[in-house]
């Protein structure tokens, strides 16, 4: 059951205040689909998925404590960090996170930005989902999350010109299974 009254996160921080036992059931069922969907945009396993979705889960549990209020939308904004933190921690375990920069081969296509147009969200996060781990994780960072390449440089531990790198080719990608895409359903 949803919570039905205006300030949601409020009321669920009140509850972990008061020791209620409701206030995890509360929170999960609040968040989790969320919660798995910010997972889906960086762990294209669905293990994996249900792993790091289980170990945020844990983080914010253990962590409640030291969540200050800040108004509506400040817990959701405080799960998410720490559910990409998770997603980005298990993505920095694989071997080939990143694809070194003289093994990038560089698409013919012009740097331009996928055109989206007419897609359902569910296929353009499955083109998202086809992306190299690392490139899948800097278009995040930067598209949907919104950081700088500084920023991301400093969450990934690479250089600024690797994110920037990562991300125009994630682009030509995704241009490229658009246009197929599109290509496709266009002869239909």
Known sequence: MLLLWKDKEKHIVSLFKKGDNRAMDKLYMEYADYLTGVCTRYISDEDMVKDVLQESFIQIFTQIHQFEYRGKGSLKAWITKITINEALMQLRKEKNFLIPLHELQ???????????????????????????????????????????????????????????????????????????YKHKTKDR
């Open 106 to 180: 560089v698409c013919d296509l012009p740097d331009e930005n996928p055109d989206v147009e007419g897609l359902d969200a569910n296929i353009l996060m499955a083109f998202v989902r086809k992306l190299p781990p690392g490139y899948r994780a800097v278009f995040n960072l930067f598209v949907i999350e919104e950081k700088s390449h500084k920023e991301i440089a400093e969450i990934l531990q690479i250089q600024p010109t690797t994110s920037a790198s990562q991300l125009l080719r994630a682009k030509k990608l995704l241009v490229e299974m658009i246009r197929e």
